[in-house]
């Protein structure tokens, strides 16, 4: 039906900015896997591309986490809206929770909760963007800080972490790559893709370098304490008075509910210096006009970080260190794929694969594209940042 | 100060929110001694008379405790929940939407960044109505993307001032946003405007925005029409959630849909931009998601007829009791939504300057929290909530009209 003719041209049209940007997510790569999954091949897909245990019922999460949201559903006090850095029992349990590993005690104040630590990378990337600044990360590391990077008009800079040395970062790298217009760098810990845990020395090496800079440090921490090997999870925060230090973290991993969407970012910052340079109030600022997390899930926060049995982390640790360790002596069966570090942490490991030992495989993209095809396993290549192939150790 | 001059409407600040306001009064307010009584924001749930029902929090429960829905969903959103909102929205419209025109989004502010962020491209422009909702302005800000403002015509029930859309567009214009049920304003469309816009916005080759977050919540003589259904005069981007009319905006629970039918925004490029965009958010949560299609299913029109009484019920207490305070003015009674804009006239109050300087006094003095209008685009008028209990909302406005006696010439 027609009416008025159409117009010369229409003016609107996507955003190229996110082309490049959003090309590269783990999601976008495991929708292409997925695309080539065999339809008539009935036996199970085996996914191993995502750090999302949850539909294994050996990774069901605690009762206790399930029953103090459904109180909270219940009471029917959490239907409405919530202040926009969170309301503030769960901001205080937050605080409480991360400061029994500080030296120092947060204040519900430095806690922001967000859409799952997705939104809290989100916040960080956008707030620290202005022209001409850029941000170090890590490589191999997660995509979803280029892409949001990339997003966000902020220039990214790869430093390497070093697989003959455990993961660590490469600070003299890191050093090298720095420069006037550079305003952070990120770190994950326990590490994705690479599964290391990063040990107390280094991590204070990280700060004194970040610290000389004059950069800050954005500690990813979302597989906080998923840790089983010799090193122990030592928070970023620790460094606060060194360098300060933003802590992303969330419930997904720790608690196996990723679907939840509740993170949160803290700043540690004793000394008030992300104050001082109005990091602070542009969170709030950005904060104030993006969504937030589910009100009664904020509810049921402090119930959950609180009641939590030790037990159940117990269980979900052991259970990820047998994987680690069936991954690890299963792969090296394997003569084309080589892993230069047995896992100590999180959910994944970074293998090599050697493709001269293969015929018909071009890359590691290639790779995963067929083992989905021919063998319904999904596993994530290392394209992404190197030729690498990662995979998940559930 | 001339008060003979007529009062100029200014642009809304460009760094305070509806809440961050309100916020600030409430604080101002603490020093009172009274009861706190809010008149500021669009949810009613602090009120005992707004609640959800069970046909909404028992598919919640049960998705939860299903175990699940504890993983990842889909960037895009579960495809039971894209189908289940594609069938809703496809009930007032004269075409059906495919579940692919479907995203689901953690409540209608993240639609609303989401639109924006598809649409934002270097020195493009978007329109956005005056009075309006504060976030499309700070949002448009952060994408780079420049906001232009049109009237809403007071003397003509808030519609469009459609000359100075066509003014103000330009080639790098890329959309209009369109907020039905009105939001500040109260009112809702005829499908005889709709229209209208809609061949503007064809005309000039933009995207409609259609904020439709109190879709279905209308109870004066338009019934309210969704701009969808113009989709094939040109494109439409649809925006709701499930916060208003199942009062339940702590849920986060939103979409942004697509109404294109004729395929003229939908193209796959776009549609891989805005896929690829949705996987770098943080969507709803899981079994939120899973629990919509029993919620819509299940809920009864009674329900939704009861917060519609109500509404018209407290509108009108509003409306009748505003018309016996002399310095306030209302130009149109409210059709819908759960606000409206009503018009102070300062010269008629000694020592009080203006809409801000009310309101502070007003919570101060007498713990009443009301919106002043310069936070959604107009100096010297005031946005009033009517989604209030009706006892709190008589309490309320019998103190706002003993300040303003106190406070007159």
Not at chain 1, 22 to 48: C, F, Q, Y
Not at chain 1, 192 to 218: D, R, S
Not at chain 2, 232 to 241: A, E, N
Request: with cysteine; aromatic share 8%.
């Amino acid at each position: 039906m027609e009416n008025g003719g159409s117009p010369k041209e229409w003016r609107f049209g996507g955003n190229k900015g996110l082309t490049h940007a959003s090309a590269v997510t783990v999601r976008g790569v495991i929708n292409k896997l997925m695309e080539k999954l065999n339809a008539d091949d009935t036996r199970p897909v085996i996914p191993l591309a995502q750090g999302d245990p949850s539909a294994f019922p050996s990774f069901r999460t605690t009762t206790f986490a399930e029953d103090a949201v459904c109180a909270a559903v219940r009471s029917a006090n959490f239907n409405g809206y919530s202040s926009t850095v969170g309301i503030p029992s769960g901001r205080r349990a937050v605080a409480e929770y991360l400061s029994k590993d500080l030296p120092y005690k947060l204040s519900a104040d430095d806690v922001f909760l967000t859409i799952g630590c997705t939104q809290a990378l989100e916040t960080v990337i956008t707030v620290l963007a202005r022209p001409g600044a850029n941000i170090l990360l890590p490589r191999p590391g997660f995509p979803y800080y280029e892409a949001r990077a990339g997003f966000s008009g902020l220039e990214f800079r790869h430093f390497d972490l070093l697989p003959e040395k455990d993961w660590e970062v490469d600070l003299a790298g890191v050093e090298a790559l720095s420069d006037e217009n550079t305003v952070a760098m990120v770190i994950i810990n326990p590490g994705n893709p690479c599964g290391n845990v990063f040990k107390y020395q280094h991590l204070k090496k990280v700060a004194e370098t970040a610290k000389k800079l004059g950069i800050l440090v954005i500690s990813d921490e979302v597989y906080d304490h998923l840790t089983f090997g010799s090193s122990p999870f030592v928070p970023m925060g620790v460094f606060g008075s060194i360098v300060p230090v933003i802590t992303l973290g969330s419930i997904s991993k720790r608690w196996v509910v990723p679907g939840w969407r509740l993170g949160w970012l803290v700043t540690n910052d004793p000394d008030g210096i992300l104050m001082k340079q109005g990091i602070v109030d542009s969170i709030k600022g950005y904060v104030d006009i993006t969504s937030d997390p589910v009100t009664f899930m904020q509810g049921a926060l402090a119930q959950i970080l609180e009641d939590t049995p030790s037990d159940f982390f117990e269980g979900i640790v052991s259970l990820l260190k047998e994987c680690a360790e069936t991954c690890y002596e299963r792969t090296s069966e394997i003569p084309c794929l080589t892993c230069p570090c047995k896992p100590e942490g999180s959910m994944f490991a970074m293998v090599k694969l050697n493709l001269s030992l293969l015929e018909g495989i071009e890359d590691d993209l290639d790779f995963c594209c067929k083992l989905a095809k021919e063998e319904s396993v999904l596993i994530l290549p290392g394209t992404i940042q190197s030729s690498f192939a990662t995979y998940c150790i559930i | 100060m001339d008060c003979g001059r007529r009062v100029q409407e200014m642009e809304a600040p460009n760094n305070i929110t509806i809440k961050g306001m309100l916020g600030l009064l409430s604080d101002a307010a603490d020093e009172g001694g009274k009861k706190l009584i809010s008149l500021g924001i669009g949810d009613p749930t602090a009120y005992s008379c707004f609640y959800t029902c069970s046909a909404a929090q028992q598919p919640l429960l049960n998705a939860l405790n299903s175990r699940n829905f504890n993983g990842y969903s889909p960037t895009v959103g579960l495809p039971q929940t894209r189908m289940a909102v594609a069938d809703y929205l496809s009930r007032g419209l004269p075409y059906t939407l495919h579940s692919n025109d479907v995203y689901v989004t953690n409540g209608c502010t993240q639609a609303i960044e989401i639109t924006l962020s598809i649409l934002a491209r270097p020195g493009a422009n978007i329109l956005l109505p005056r009075p309006g909702f504060p976030i499309y302005g700070l949002c448009a800000a952060f994408r780079h993307l420049e906001a232009r403002y049109f009237d809403l015509l007071p003397e003509k029930q808030w519609e469009v001032d459609l000359r100075a859309v066509q003014h103000l567009a330009d080639h790098n214009t890329v959309a209009i946003v369109i907020i039905n049920p009105g939001n500040p304003c109260g009112n809702v469309y005829s499908f005889q405007h709709l229209k209208e816009i809609a061949e503007t916005a064809k005309r000039l080759g933009i995207v409609v925005i259609a904020d439709e977050v109190y879709g279905h919540l209308s109870f004066g003589e338009n019934p309210w029409v969704s701009m969808g259904v113009f989709g094939s005069v040109g494109p439409v981007i649809t925006l709701g959630s499930l916060s208003k009319r199942w009062l339940v905006p702590g849920w986060r629970l939103g979409w942004l849909v697509i109404n294109d039918p004729d395929a003229t925004l939908k193209t796959p490029k776009f549609v891989e931009r805005l896929n690829k965009y949705c996987d770098i958010c943080g969507g709803a949560a899981t079994f939120i998601q899973a629990a919509v299609p029993a919620i819509i299913e299940g809920t009864q029109e009674v329900f939704f007829r009861k917060t519609i009484n109500i509404l018209k019920q407290t509108s009108d207490i509003c409306y009748q009791k505003i018309k016996g305070i002399a310095c306030i003015k209302c130009p149109c009674k409210p059709q819908g939504s759960m606000a409206f804009m009503v018009k102070l006239n300062v010269c008629m109050l000694k020592d009080i300057s203006d809409d801000i300087d009310f309101c502070f006094k007003l919570a101060k003095e007498e713990s009443v929290i009301i919106l002043p209008g310069i936070v959604v685009g107009l100096k010297n008028w005031l946005r009033i909530t009517f989604a209030v209990e009706p006892s709190a909302l008589h309490e309320a406005l019998r103190r706002l009209n003993s300040f303003c006696q106190r406070h007159s010439c």
